[in-house]
C-alpha cells in the first residue's frame, strides 16, 4: 500500500520502533553515530548560504533526531513524517527544552500541494524507502523557495554496500533491525544527480558518511562507496 512516495509498509516498520528511537544503542544506532556529522555537514552549508537564521524542513524525520540537532544550532526546524508514532515520539522528546522546532504528521506532497516553502528542505536516510524517488523528489523540489537548499542522504548501490550496509549492518552485526533496507532500492550517486536534473534541481556538493569500526563512529570523507550526504540547489 502507498500513498504518493509513501509506502505503508515502510511506515509501519518505522513506527514499530518509535519507543526506543532515541536510544544510542537500540535499532536506530546507526543513525545515531551519524547524525552529529551529518548535521554538522548540512549546517556548514545552511550558514554559507543564509547565515544563523533559516527555516529547514526535514521530510522523513522520524522521532527527530536531526531536526533536534538542527534546531540546536539555532534554526527553526519543521519535522515532518507520515508515521503517527514517530512524530509522538519525537515531540515527547522535544517537550521542554525550548527549541525553535515543530511536528507534524503527513507527507511531502500534501504540504507541497498547501504551498508550503522553505529555504532549506532535508530528506536524510530516506530516498531509499519511497514508493517513487523521482516523484518524491519532485515534491522536495516544490517546497524550495527561491535560492533555496535541498539536502539529501542515501547509499550508494554497490557491491560493497551490498556486504557491508545490508548484510554486515543487519545480519552481521545487528547494527539495524533485518529488513530494514532493499539493497535494490540503493542510489547511485549519479542516479541521484539525474534524478535531481529531472526535478530541475543540480547536486552543487557531494560527501561520503563512513563507518570506522575501530571509532565505532561515522565521519565526512571522501568515500562515496556506502553512505553518502549531498546538497542540491534549483536550476
Same mark, same amino acid.
Given at each position: 500500500m502507498?500513498?504518493?512516495?509513501?509506502?505503508?509498509?515502510?511506515?509501519?516498520?518505522f513506527?514499530?520502533?518509535?519507543?526506543?528511537?532515541?536510544?544510542?544503542?537500540?535499532?536506530?544506532?546507526?543513525?545515531?553515530?551519524? +547524525?552529529l556529522?551529518?548535521?554538522?555537514?548540512v549546517?556548514?552549508?545552511?550558514?554559507?548560504?543564509?547565515?544563523?537564521v533559516?527555516?529547514?524542513?526535514?521530510?522523513?524525520?522520524?522521532?527527530?533526531l536531526?531536526?533536534?540537532?538542527?534546531?540546536?544550532?539555532g534554526?527553526?526546524?519543521?519535522?515532518?513524517?507520515?508515521?503517527?508514532?514517530?512524530?509522538?515520539?519525537?515531540?515527547?522528546?522535544?517537550?521542554?527544552?525550548?527549541? +525553535?522546532?515543530?511536528?507534524r504528521?503527513?507527507?511531502?506532497?500534501?504540504?507541497?500541494?498547501?504551498?508550503?516553502?522553505?529555504?532549506?528542505?532535508?530528506?536524510?536516510?530516506?530516498?531509499?524507502?519511497?514508493?517513487?524517488?523521482?516523484?518524491?523528489?519532485?515534491?522536495?523540489?516544490?517546497?524550495l523557495?527561491?535560492?533555496?537548499?535541498?539536502?539529501?542522504?542515501?547509499? +550508494?548501490?554497490?557491491?560493497?554496500?551490498?556486504?557491508?550496509?545490508?548484510?554486515?549492518?543487519?545480519?552481521?552485526?545487528?547494527?539495524?533491525?533485518?529488513?530494514?533496507?532493499?539493497?535494490?532500492?540503493?542510489?547511485?550517486?549519479?542516479e541521484?544527480g539525474?534524478?535531481? !536534473?529531472?526535478?530541475?534541481?543540480?547536486?552543487?556538493?557531494?560527501?561520503?558518511?563512513?563507518?570506522?569500526?575501530?571509532a565505532?563512529?561515522f565521519?565526512?570523507? !571522501?568515500?562515496?562507496?556506502? +553512505?553518502?550526504?549531498?546538497?542540491?540547489?534549483?536550476?
Open positions: 502507498s500513498q504518493g512516495s509513501v509506502i505503508g509498509e515502510e511506515i509501519a516498520r513506527d514499530a520502533l518509535a519507543a526506543s528511537w532515541w536510544d544510542p544503542l537500540g535499532p536506530m544506532q546507526p543513525l545515531h553515530m551519524m +547524525n556529522p551529518r548535521a554538522a555537514w549546517a556548514e552549508r545552511v550558514r554559507r548560504h543564509f547565515g544563523d533559516a527555516t529547514i524542513l526535514d521530510v522523513g524525520c522520524g522521532a527527530g536531526l531536526a533536534e540537532a538542527l534546531a540546536r544550532e534554526f527553526a526546524v519543521t519535522g515532518l513524517d507520515a508515521g503517527a508514532e514517530v512524530i509522538a515520539a519525537a515531540q515527547d522528546h522535544a517537550q521542554g527544552q525550548g527549541l +525553535n522546532l515543530t511536528y504528521q503527513g507527507t511531502a506532497e500534501v504540504l507541497a500541494a498547501e504551498g508550503g516553502k522553505f529555504q532549506v528542505v532535508t530528506a536524510l536516510e530516506i530516498i531509499e524507502h519511497v514508493a517513487d524517488p523521482a516523484a518524491f523528489l519532485g515534491s522536495l523540489r516544490a517546497l523557495a527561491p535560492g533555496a537548499l535541498l539536502f539529501l542522504s542515501t547509499i +550508494n548501490r554497490t557491491p560493497k554496500s551490498y556486504v557491508v550496509a545490508k548484510i554486515g549492518a543487519e545480519y552481521v552485526l545487528r547494527l539495524l533491525p533485518a529488513g530494514t533496507h532493499d539493497w535494490k532500492k540503493f542510489i547511485k550517486p549519479e541521484l539525474w534524478l535531481c !536534473r529531472e526535478a530541475g534541481l543540480r547536486l552543487t556538493d557531494t560527501a561520503g558518511l563512513s563507518y570506522s569500526p575501530l565505532r563512529g565521519a565526512v570523507s !571522501r568515500d562515496l562507496s556506502i +553512505n553518502y550526504i549531498a546538497m542540491a540547489m534549483v536550476e
